[in-house]
């Protein structure tokens, strides 16, 4: 595939680099020429200077037989507005854009354009590692407002089937890890001692969920 990426910076630079190790060509668009000393030497791609929204400079990066478009610039409307040209205006179904601020997340979802909002997923990240087990989201959608987390289950919720947890948390069970490999849930799947649930719900929700989960069935009221 031919892939276009906007901004040349640590993560752009590593995302043309990847993608190039993997057999895709890749133009990279910067405004400022001196980012490109970011590529490395034997990078094959096309350098492009100029501001990445400007018709001109996305088909001199080749936009026009572009598979994906990547908006990872430092600038949130850039990211926003040369992602939208390139779909719009040239018809790349898949692009992708970074933000800063994620309480536009939900705008630009709405705009059809997939989001990345670099703080708030570096933060998720690093609050995993310093508190407790399933204190934070495995992930969130861009709007903040749907979960995958980890939940703890009370011992005696052991050999209930998980439907039936299900149907007392009023959650749906994405995914068990069980001795370390994933398991779909199914139909009459039961709760092992020692199974980590993945439960996908609204963040909102999930005070909810702990609490009835982390208590026997018979104590739920």
Known sequence: MHIVIMGCGRV?????????DNGHSVAIIDRDPQAFRRLRAGFRGRRVTGIGFDRDV???AGIESASAYVAVSSGDNSNIISARV???????DNVVARIYDSRRAEIYQRLGIPTVATVRWTADQILRRVLPEG?????????????????TVNQAWIGTRVIHLEDRAHARIAFIN???EALVVKHDTMVQEGDILHVIAAESDMDR???????????DH
Not at 12 to 20: D, Q, V, Y
Not at 86 to 92: D, I, K, N, Q, S
Not at 209 to 219: D, F, G, H, T
Request: aromatic fraction near 4%.
């Open 12 to 20: 752009g630079s590593t995302i043309a680099h990847i993608l190039e």
């Open 58 to 60: 996305l088909t001199e």
């Open 86 to 92: 390139a779909r719009e205006t040239f018809g790349v």
């Open 135 to 151: 204190a934070e989201p495995l992930w969130r959608d861009p709007t903040g407002t749907v979960v995958l987390a980890e939940v």
């Open 178 to 180: 069980r001795m370390g």
């Open 209 to 219: 969920i702990n609490k009835v989960l982390a208590v026997a069935p018979e104590e």
